[in-house]
């Protein structure tokens, strides 16, 4: 069936480092991705979305790349804070509206 | 302000003891969902619906109903619970092809 994964679980990195979060996909046919963060206790939060049209979007120290050749997606946080210690959720968006999620992946900042 | 508001956001029930969960949006969004999430599992749909009066079972609907009898409320009921369905629940809503936005959670406990 059709699914979203993350390669990594957790990842752990020093506070002014950069992060990156990988997703792969398998439903060629979706045309719309989501990153979203969640903290603990609290609903998931969007943070960037994509669409298919588009290789790159970049937001306010995050950038979303998607690599259609290989159902390939990745979320680049710059200059990593403390208050970005969250768990990290890829969403594919099918047609009718259905997300599919993510397994997620814990970040870790360490100061 | 936009937003999903959930209730209770607390809940510790007994098994067999029938609940309702109750989701209301101010966005005017047509697509409606809930989920659960669970450690390890991730977030898993349980229902959605793309109108009023149009509702659709997702991944794990089993143990849960819902309805749209108004485009703002989506209320997920428990009709006798067991403690499988111990859980942390989200509604969310949308536009059709446009991000999710999810509620602040509501944590069951079903002893």
């Known amino acids: 069936g059709e699914s979203v994964g993350l390669h990594l679980p957790t990842l752990s990195v020093q506070e002014g480092d950069n992060s990156i979060i990988n997703c792969a996909y398998s439903?060629?046919?979706?045309?719309?991705f989501i990153w979203y963060k969640q903290e603990s206790g609290k609903g998931p939060q969007f943070i960037i979305d994509i669409r298919s049209n588009m290789d790159k979007r970049q937001g306010q120290r995050v950038t979303v790349l998607l690599n259609k050749t290989v159902k390939h997606l990745s979320l680049q946080i710059a200059a990593t804070q403390p208050g970005d210690s969250a768990v990290y959720f890829c969403a594919e968006n099918m047609q009718g509206g259905k997300l599919i999620f993510g397994q997620g992946t814990e970040l870790s900042v360490k100061p | 302000e936009a937003q999903v508001t959930q209730n209770p956001r607390y809940l510790i029930t007994v098994t067999g003891k029938k609940l309702t969960v109750t989701c209301s949006q101010n966005?005017?969004?047509?697509?409606m969902s809930w989920y659960r999430q669970d450690p390890g599992l991730g977030l898993r749909q349980i229902y959605y619906?793309?109108?009023?009066?149009?509702?659709d079972k997702g991944d794990v609907p089993e143990g849960y109903k819902v309805s749209r009898k108004e485009k703002r409320n989506f209320p997920l009921i428990l009709e006798s619970p067991s403690p499988n369905q111990t859980s942390l629940y989200f509604c969310a809503s949308n536009s059709i092809g446009d991000r999710e936005i999810f509620g602040p959670g509501t944590r069951l406990t079903v002893t």
């Open positions: 966005m005017n969004h047509e697509y």
């Open positions: 619906s793309m109108n009023v009066e149009v509702t």
């Open positions: 439903n060629s046919a979706s045309d719309y």
